[in-house]
Nanobody, 125 residues
Framework: QVQLVESGGGLVQAGGSLRLSCAAS????????MGWFRQAPGKEREFVAA????????YYADSVKGRFTISRDNAKNTVYLQMNSLKPEDTAVYYC??????????????????WGQGTRVTVSS
């Protein structure tokens, strides 16, 4: 049974930082590309960042480029999202996802096979 468990969300002031973690189990983590998505209230799910299975390919949404950093530790079966210079518009539930297409860094949610339950990030102004 595949499980993706996000953690690290919370309330932070604008300009602050948070680091999200996503611990994976039940799959061969090192063969999966991983992605982070977010969904704000009343809005559609939005791509944030993705990283290939080896970490050699990374892709960011324009809205977070230069502020967020995605990384992974295959020995720990964990993917991270370091979020700096947070803005109120970053407020959302953040989800990690895994895709069998391990070489890819897809921004398309429907190409991901497994999803976590999400962790809430709230940025106050």
């Amino acid at each position: 049974q595949v499980q993706l468990v996000e953690s690290g969300g919370g309330l932070v002031q604008a300009g602050g930082s948070l680091r999200l973690s996503c611990a994976a189990s039940g799959l061969t983590f090192s063969t999966y590309a991983m992605g982070w998505f977010r969904q704000a209230p009343g809005k559609e799910r939005e791509f944030v960042a993705a990283i290939s299975r080896s970490g050699g390919r990374i892709y960011y949404a324009d809205s977070v480029k230069g502020r967020f950093t995605i990384s992974r530790d295959n020995a720990k079966n964990t993917v991270y999202l370091q979020m700096n210079s947070l803005k109120p518009e970053d407020t959302a539930v953040y989800y990690c996802a895994a895709t069998r297409t391990g070489w890819a860094t897809s921004p398309r949610w429907y190409e991901y096979d497994y999803w976590g339950q999400g962790t809430r990030v709230t940025v106050s102004s």
